[in-house]
C-alpha cells in the first residue's frame, strides 16, 4: 500500500499479525473470498457500520474495483435479469437436490416442467411424511403413499418401492425392485421375502446370484426342493468367481436344516436325499452320528464301499457280527477273524443270562466259527491254525483228555492265554466229574508234570498229580488276573496286559478311550456278574451300556473270587475222596501222602491267597481239609513199619518243600497248646525235626512254656532248635531216652514205641562217629541223610579218635532198654496198647521185635557187643515167632553148636531179607575191608553231594542189585581159583586169574541185559572215560556236556559189573590168605565202589550242581590214581572177556562168608566161641573200637542157678543206674571172669556182665521171666 500510495499517514498502523487481535479479520476475509468466488454476475456488500468497513471500503475504490451506488429505483432496475426455462428447469433441480422442495416445484413450474414438478411434489411428500413418522404416523402414511403413487407415475420405481416399502406393502415394492434392474434385486428379494412370497424371493435371490439369501428363502418357505435344485445348478454352472469361500457353508447349513426338517418328520428317506448333497463324507458322518442316526449311515458308508468305516458304525451300533463282516469286505481279515472269536466266547459264556461257565451253544456259532477259519485263511496258515485252535475250544467239540491236550499244546504255541485257560478249566472239570475210583495211582514223586500229564492223557487217564498239576497252572493264570485287576485304575500300567486282555474278553467288555478316561462297554448287560453291579452305575447309550473302571474291577474280582474258591474245593473234595481211598484200600503210603501234600497245598494257598476274602463256612471248610492232611500226615511219613519208610519215593517225597512246610504245619499243632508237652508230643516233634531237611521249628522261646516241667528234654530240644553239633546234642539225647523210660509210661500220651526206637537207632550213629565210620540199617541211614542235608554235615574228621566218655554207659542204656522188652512181652504189649491205636496188636509187636533184634545186631557190627545176647535171643521161641522167617534163618545158617557164629556178610544178608539192607557208611576211614555182597557202601567224603548218595541208594537200574542177588544165590561151585600168592613169583608180577571165568564170561547177565551185539569191552576204554571225565580244563558248562555223554554211563556200568562178579567169584571161595592177596583185594573192592559212585553220579543225564560235576570230576582222578597198580589185575579180567565171550554163565554161588574186618576178623569171632568157656574176653576188640567191655562176654557164662539168683532182682531205676552202679552190681556174676579194669580207663566206662543178661539154661530164662519188669516212678 505504501507503495502505491495508498497509505494514510493518519491510519493507526500494526506493525505485526497478532491471531488474537486479528481473528475477526481472517474470518471476514474467508467470507468474502466466498462471495467473491461464487458470483456469477455482480456482487452487492451492504454494509450498515461505515466505521469499520471505511478502510476496506477506501481501498478497493482507490483500486478501481468497487463502485458505490445508493439504493433508489435505478438501483432495482440495474439489478433486473431475465432468466430462460432451461435456467428455471436447472434451478428447480438445484433447489431439490438441496431439499428446497417448494421453490423446486415453483421453478419447475416457471419452466413448464411437469414430470420435475411432480418429482419435487412427490419429494416434499416423502420428506414430509418422514418429518412426521414419528408424531404423526396416519398423516405421513397418507403422504408417502401419495409421494409413491406420483413417483410410480413419473417412472421413479426405485423411489416408488421405497415408500410401499415403508408402508409394508411389499410385494408392490418388490415388484417396482425388480423394475430397477438387477442393482436392486437383492432389495426386491427382500421385500417378496417380506411380503412371504418365498417363491418369488428366491427366485429374486437366484437372480441377482444372492446364494445365501436364497437358500434362506428356501429355507423359510420349505422350499427344500427349490434349494437343492438351486444347489446342484450352481455346482454344475457356477463359476470359481462366482462360489464365494462362505458359498460351502451356506449350502451345508441350508442342507442340514433341510435334513433337520425331514428328521423331526421321522421321513427318513427324504432326509437322506439332502444328507447326500452334503458337500463331505465327513460333514454327513457328523451330521449323521449326532442325530444318531447310524443305520443310514452305515448304508451309505456301505453304498460308498467305505467298509473301515462302515465297521466303525456298527461298532457303535454293538453289531460285533456285522462288524467282522466289514472289516472282512475291507481286506482286514485278521481283526475280523479275532472279532468273530471273541464274539463267539463271550456269548458261549453270557447269552441269555448265563452264569458264566461252562461254554454253551448258542445259534450260528458253528456258521460264526467257520466264517472266522475262511477270513484267518487269507492271512497265514499259521494264524489259520491259531484260529482253528480257538475254534476247536469254543465249539467245546473234544470229548477225551487226549484231544484237550492237544488243543493246550497248540495253544502254548500260539501264546494263546484264552486256549491255555479254557483248555486247562476243561481238563480240570474232566478230573472233577470222573469217579474217583477211576484214578491212577502214581508210586513215584512227578518231577516233569507236563510229560506225566501227556502220558496219561494219551491212554485217557487221570491222577491226583495231574489234577493238582492243571489246578496249579488253571489258578496260577488266575491269580494274575486278580494282579491285573488290581493295577487296572491306575493308568499306563501294561504289567499281566495278556491275562488282562483275556479278563476282558471272558467278561464280554470292550475297553474304550475317551479323553484318556477308560469306558468299559458291555457285550451282554444281562449277564449275570452285571447284576452285581448297582443300576445307578450302569449308564446306557442307545444299544451300548458301560460302566467305570471302578465298578468293572469291583465286579470282575467278585467273579473270579467266586470261581477260584468254587473249583479250589471242589479239587479238595475230590483230593479228600482220593485220599480215603487209598486208606479204604491200604494203598501205598506213597500214594496216601501225596494225597495228603495235595490236599494241604490246595487248601493252605486257598486260605492265604490275598484275592479271596472267603466267608466264614469257607474258612471253616478250608480248615477242615488242613486238619485232615496235617492229622493223617505223620502217620504216613513215620509208619508203623520202619521198614516202609526208605522208599525211593518217600525220601524224595520228604525232600520235597510242601512236604516239608506240612512237616511244619505239624508241629506246630503239636506245639500250639500252652500246656506242657507230653511225652508222646516230644517223642513226635523230636522225629520230625531229626527226620526233616531242614530246621522246621520256631524259636525255641515259642516251645520253652511246654518244657519247663522237664530239664532233660528242654535240654535236648534247645539243643535241636538252635542247631548245635551232633557231639553236643548227643548227651542230651541220652538224657532225654533216660527220662522217658523212666517216666509212667501207662499214661496214655506216654511216648510211641516208634519215636523211641527211632531215638536209639540215632543215637547208634552218633556213638559211632568217632570210628570214622558206621553201620546202620538203610532206613536209619537215610533218616540221618536227610538230617545232615538240611543242617549241613559236621566236620567228621573232628569227631573222630578217641571214643566220647559216655560210651560205655550209653551203650549200656541202649542194651538194657532192648532187653527188657524183648524179655518182658506184656511190658511191650501194654506199652504199644496204651500209645498205639492199631487194630492188630501181634502184627504191630512183631514189627517192634524185629526193630529191637536190629538194633541188638547193629550194636554188634559197630562196637562187636552182644554176641552171646543176640545168639540167647534168637534161642528164644516167644521172640523168633515173631521174626520173619527169612531173616531168622539167615542170622542162623552159620549158628555152630550154642553160638550163632556172627559176621559182617550174615548180619548183611539178614537185613536184606526184610528189605532194610545194611549199609556201611564212610565219614573218611578206608572201609575196603568190609566188603560185603548184600551191603551198600556210602563214602560220605566222595559222595559230598545228598543227590549222589540217594543214587547210590536208589539206583536207577537194577543192575547192581542183580549183581548182589546172583552173589547172594550163587553155587558154591564157583569157576574162580584161589589167586596164586606173590611170594613165588617174580617181584611185581601180579597172580593170574584162572582161565574158566565163567562169570566174566557172562557178566552181562550179571547186569540184567544182553551185550551181545556190542563189541567186547578193552581196559583202554576205562582209562579213556576217566581222562575225558577229569575235568580239568574244561568249564561248568563244558564239563556238564562231558558229564551228559550217554556212552560214558553205557560203558562205565558194563565195567563196573564185569568188575563185580569177577570179584564175587574170586572172594565167594578164595578168601585172601595173605596180606598181598588182601591189599589187592581191598584195592579191587574199592575200586568198585569207586566206579559205581561214578556210575551213579552219570546217572543224571543233566547236573544241576556244580557239585554234582565236581563228583564226576573227582573220581576218574582217584580211579587213574590205581592204574599201577591194578592194570596187570584188569587185564586177565578183559582178555578172558575175549575169551569167553560165548560162554554160558555158570550157576551163582552163595555169597561166602566175608571177614567183616580186623575188627571182627579175630576178637569178636574168636571172642563168641571162647566166652563160654571163660578163656578170653574181647579187649583186641575194644583197643580197636576205641572202646570196651569188660565182663561182657562172661555174662551168663556161670551156672544156671547164678543167672536165676540174679536175674529177678533186676529192675528199671533212674539216672546213673547205667553208668557205674547197674554195670558193677553185675560184674561179678560170671565164674572165673577176669578183671579188665585198664581197659575201662581207655574208654571211660564199663559194661561189665551184659553178654550174662538172659543166658543159662532155656528154662531157667522161662521161670524168671515173668518176675522182670519195669520199675516206675
Not at 562205565?1052 to 564175587?1064: E, G, M, P, Q, W
Not at 590205581?1122 to 554163565?1145: S, V
Request: aromatic content about 10%; glycine content about 6%.
Amino acid at each position: 500500500m505504501k507503495e502505491q500510495d495508498l497509505l494514510d499517514v493518519n491510519s493507526p498502523s500494526f506493525p505485526s499479525f497478532t491471531p488474537a487481535r486479528h481473528n475477526v479479520l481472517c474470518s471476514e476475509l474467508k467470507q468474502l473470498y466466498v462471495a467473491i468466488t461464487r458470483t456469477r454476475q455482480r456482487l452487492w456488500i451492504c454494509e450498515n457500520v461505515e466505521e469499520f468497513s471505511r478502510p476496506m471500503f477506501d481501498y478497493w475504490t482507490k483500486k478501481g474495483l468497487v463502485q458505490v451506488r445508493k439504493l433508489d429505483d435505478s438501483l432495482a432496475q440495474a439489478m433486473q435479469v431475465s432468466s430462460s426455462p432451461e435456467e428455471w428447469k436447472s434451478r428447480g433441480y438445484k433447489l431439490l437436490r438441496e431439499g428446497n422442495y417448494e421453490m423446486a416445484t415453483m421453478c419447475f413450474e416457471r419452466a413448464g416442467d411437469e414430470r420435475g414438478e411432480k418429482l419435487s411434489k412427490a419429494a416434499g411428500l416423502k420428506a414430509a411424511a418422514d418429518r412426521m413418522h414419528s408424531s404423526n404416523p396416519e398423516m405421513a402414511s397418507v403422504a408417502r403413499r401419495q409421494a409413491a403413487e406420483i413417483f410410480e407415475s413419473i417412472g421413479k420405481a426405485e423411489y416408488a418401492a421405497e415408500c410401499f416399502y415403508m408402508l409394508k406393502e411389499y410385494d408392490r415394492a418388490g415388484r417396482l425392485y425388480l423394475q430397477c434392474g438387477e442393482s436392486a434385486m437383492e432389495r426386491a428379494g427382500e421385500c417378496f421375502f417380506l411380503a412371504g412370497s418365498y417363491c418369488s424371493a428366491a427366485e429374486v435371490y437366484a437372480k441377482g446370484c444372492h446364494f445365501s439369501k436364497c437358500l434362506s428363502a428356501c429355507t423359510k418357505g420349505k422350499l427344500f426342493d427349490m434349494g437343492l435344485h438351486y444347489i446342484q445348478y450352481w455346482k454344475q454352472h457356477g463359476t470359481a468367481d462366482q462360489r464365494c469361500r462362505e458359498m460351502d457353508t451356506i449350502e451345508q447349513e441350508f442342507l442340514e436344516s433341510c435334513a433337520c426338517h425331514y428328521y423331526e418328520l421321522n421321513d427318513r428317506r427324504a432326509m437322506m436325499r439332502y444328507v447326500r448333497a452334503f458337500d463331505s463324507m465327513s460333514s454327513v458322518r457328523t451330521f449323521l452320528i449326532n442325530l444318531g442316526c447310524l443305520d443310514e449311515l452305515l448304508s451309505l458308508e456301505v453304498e460308498s464301499d467305505n467298509f473301515l468305516e462302515a465297521a466303525g458304525i456298527a461298532k457303535l451300533k454293538g453289531e460285533l457280527v456285522l462288524q467282522a463282516d466289514l472289516l472282512g469286505k475291507g481286506g482286514h481279515f485278521k481283526e475280523a477273524s479275532l472279532l468273530i472269536l471273541w464274539f463267539v466266547f463271550a456269548n458261549s459264556l453270557w447269552s441269555n443270562g448265563s452264569k458264566g461257565w461252562p461254554l454253551k451253544p448258542f445259534l450260528q456259532k458253528e456258521e460264526l466259527l467257520t466264517k472266522a477259519k475262511l477270513l484267518a485263511k487269507d492271512v497265514s496258515d499259521q494264524f489259520y491254525e491259531f484260529v482253528h485252535t480257538e475254534a476247536e475250544i469254543l465249539l467245546n467239540s473234544q470229548h477225551n483228555l487226549f484231544e484237550i491236550h492237544q488243543i493246550l499244546d497248540s495253544s502254548r504255541r500260539h501264546s494263546s492265554i484264552r486256549g491255555e485257560m479254557l483248555s486247562a478249566r476243561k481238563i480240570l472239570d474232566m478230573h472233577l466229574h470222573l469217579n474217583t475210583s477211576k484214578y491212577l495211582w502214581e508210586n513215584d514223586l512227578v518231577s516233569d508234570f507236563a510229560r506225566l500229564s501227556e502220558r496219561n492223557f494219551l491212554n485217557n487217564q487221570v491222577s491226583a498229580e495231574t489234577l493238582v498239576y492243571f489246578w496249579n497252572f488253571w489258578k496260577d493264570m488266575i491269580v494274575n488276573i486278580f494282579k491285573f485287576l488290581a493295577r487296572l485304575e491306575m493308568q499306563g500300567v501294561t504289567e499281566y496286559r495278556e491275562f488282562g486282555e483275556f479278563c476282558l474278553n471272558y467278561m464280554g467288555v470292550k475297553r474304550e478311550f475317551n479323553n484318556l478316561n477308560a469306558i468299559y462297554f458291555l457285550m451282554n448287560s444281562d449277564a449275570q456278574w452285571v447284576r452285581d453291579i448297582p443300576r445307578k452305575f450302569i449308564r446306557r447309550e442307545g444299544s451300548l451300556v458301560s460302566v467305570d473302571v471302578h465298578q468293572f474291577v469291583s465286579a470282575a474280582q467278585a467273579y473270579w473270587r467266586s470261581e477260584l474258591l468254587s473249583v479250589g474245593m471242589h479239587v479238595l473234595t475230590n483230593l479228600e475222596n482220593l485220599y480215603n481211598l487209598s486208606v479204604r484200600n491200604s494203598l501205598s503210603l506213597f500214594c496216601q501222602s501225596r494225597s495228603l501234600i495235595h490236599i494241604y497245598e490246595v487248601a493252605k494257598f486257598l486260605l492265604n491267597c490275598q484275592f479271596l476274602s472267603s466267608q466264614h463256612n469257607d474258612i471253616k471248610a478250608l480248615w477242615k481239609f488242613t486238619q485232615l492232611a496235617t492229622e493223617s500226615f505223620y502217620d504216613c511219613i513215620y509208619p508203623r513199619d520202619w521198614r516202609e519208610s526208605p522208599k525211593e519215593n518217600m525220601i524224595s517225597l520228604r525232600r520235597n518243600g510242601i512236604c516239608r512246610n506240612l512237616l511244619k504245619e505239624v508241629i506246630f499243632e503239636n506245639v500250639s497248646s500252652k500246656n506242657k508237652l507230653s511225652y508222646a508230643q516230644l517223642g513226635r516233634i523230636t522225629l520230625m525235626i531229626l527226620g526233616s531237611g531242614e530246621m522246621l521249628c520256631e524259636p525255641y522261646e515259642k516251645k520253652a512254656g511246654g518244657l519247663e516241667w522237664n530239664s532233660s528234654w528242654k535240654a535236648f530240644i534247645e539243643d535241636l532248635c538252635r542247631n548245635v553239633n551232633e557231639e553236643s546234642y548227643m548227651q542230651k539225647l541220652h538224657e532225654a531216652l533216660v527220662d522217658t523210660y523212666n517216666a509212667n509210661w501207662r499214661i496214655r500220651d506216654y511216648i510211641l514205641p516208634g519215636c523211641f526206637l527211632y531215638m536209639l537207632e540215632r543215637q547208634l550213629i552218633l556213638l559211632s562217629y568217632f570210628q570214622g565210620y558206621f553201620f546202620t540199617t538203610k532206613s536209619s541211614f537215610v533218616e540221618w541223610l536227610i538230617y545232615q542235608e538240611g543242617h549241613g554235615s559236621p566236620s567228621f574228621e573232628s569227631l573222630m579218635g578217641n571214643a566220647p566218655p559216655s560210651l560205655a554207659r550209653n551203650l549200656t542204656f541202649i542194651v538194657d532198654v532192648v532187653q527188657h522188652f524183648l524179655y518182658n512181652d506184656k511190658d511191650m504189649m501194654d506199652w504199644i496198647r496204651v500209645t498205639e491205636n492199631v487194630k492188630v496188636m501181634k502184627d504191630y509187636h512183631a514189627v517192634v521185635v524185629l526193630r529191637l533184634v536190629v538194633i541188638i545186631c547193629l550194636v554188634y557190627l559197630n562196637f562187636g557187643w552182644c554176641a552171646d545176647l543176640l545168639s540167647n535171643l534168637l534161642g528164644r521161641i516167644n521172640i523168633t515167632k515173631q521174626l520173619p522167617r527169612q531173616f531168622y534163618d539167615a542170622i542162623q545158617k552159620r549158628r555152630k553148636y550154642n553160638f550163632l557164629n556172627l559176621n559182617l556178610n550174615v548180619v548183611a544178608e539178614a537185613f536184606s531179607k526184610i528189605d532194610n539192607p545194611l549199609v556201611v557208611v564212610s565219614l573218611g576211614k578206608n572201609c575196603s575191608r568190609f566188603l560185603c555182597p548184600d551191603a551198600i557202601f556210602v563214602d560220605m567224603k566222595v559222595s559230598e553231594s545228598k543227590d549222589n548218595v540217594l543214587r547210590v541208594l536208589f539206583p536207577k537200574t537194577d543192575a547192581t542189585a542183580q549183581v548182589h542177588t546172583g552173589a547172594n544165590e550163587a553155587n558154591t561151585r564157583s569157576s574162580f581159583k584161589p589167586i596164586v600168592s606173590q611170594g613165588s613169583e617174580d617181584p611185581g608180577k601180579i597172580p593170574e586169574l584162572p582161565s574158566n571165568v565163567g562169570d566174566v564170561a557172562n557178566w552181562n547177565s550179571r547186569c540184567g541185559k544182553k551185550d551181545e551185539d556190542k563189541p567186547p569191552l578193552r581196559l583202554d576204554r576205562l582209562w579213556e572215560i576217566c581222562e575225558a571225565l577229569k575235568f580239568q580244563n574244561h568249564g561248568i558248562d563244558e564239563r556238564t556236556n562231558i558229564a551228559c555223554d550217554p556212552t560214558f554211563k553205557v560203558d562205565i556200568n558194563r565195567i563196573t559189573c564185569l568188575l563185580k562178579a569177577a570179584i564175587d567169584g574170586w572172594f565167594q571161595n578164595n578168601p585172601p590168605s595173605d596180606d598181598d592177596n588182601k591189599k589187592l583185594l581191598e584195592e579191587a573192592s574199592t575200586m568198585l565202589h569207586e566206579m559205581r559212585q561214578l556210575n551213579a553220579a552219570l546217572e543224571m543225564r543233566e547236573p544241576e550242581h556244580e557239585s554234582d560235576v565236581s563228583t564226576i570230576g573227582e573220581l576218574p582222578v582217584k580211579l587213574l590214581s590205581r592204574r599201577p597198580r591194578m592194570e596187570l589185575f584188569l587185564n586177565q579180567i578183559f582178555l578172558q572177556q575175549d575169551e569167553n565171550p560165548k560162554r554160558e554163565m555158570a550157576e551163582t554161588s552163595t555169597a561166602s562168608d566175608g571177614r567183616h574186618g580186623e575188627e571182627y576178623g579175630h576178637s569178636t569171632a574168636e571172642g563168641s566161641s571162647n566166652s563160654a568157656k571163660g578163656e578170653r574176653n574181647v579187649s583186641e576188640s575194644n583197643v580197636e573200637t576205641g572202646c570196651s567191655n569188660p565182663g561182657m562176654e562172661n555174662k551168663g557164662k556161670g551156672n544156671s542157678k547164678s543167672n536165676k539168683n540174679k536175674k529177678g532182682k533186676k529192675g528199671r531205676k533212674h539216672g546213673e543206674e547205667y553208668g557205674n552202679s547197674k554195670a558193677e552190681g553185675s560184674s561179678n556174676s560170671a565164674k572165673g571172669e577176669r578183671n579188665v579194669s585198664e581197659s575201662n580207663v581207655e574208654t571211660g566206662g564199663s559194661n561189665p556182665g551184659m553178654e550174662n543178661k538172659g543166658k543159662g539154661n532155656s528154662k531157667t530164662n522161662k521161670n524168671k521171666k515173668g518176675k522182670k519188669g519195669r520199675t516206675r516212678k
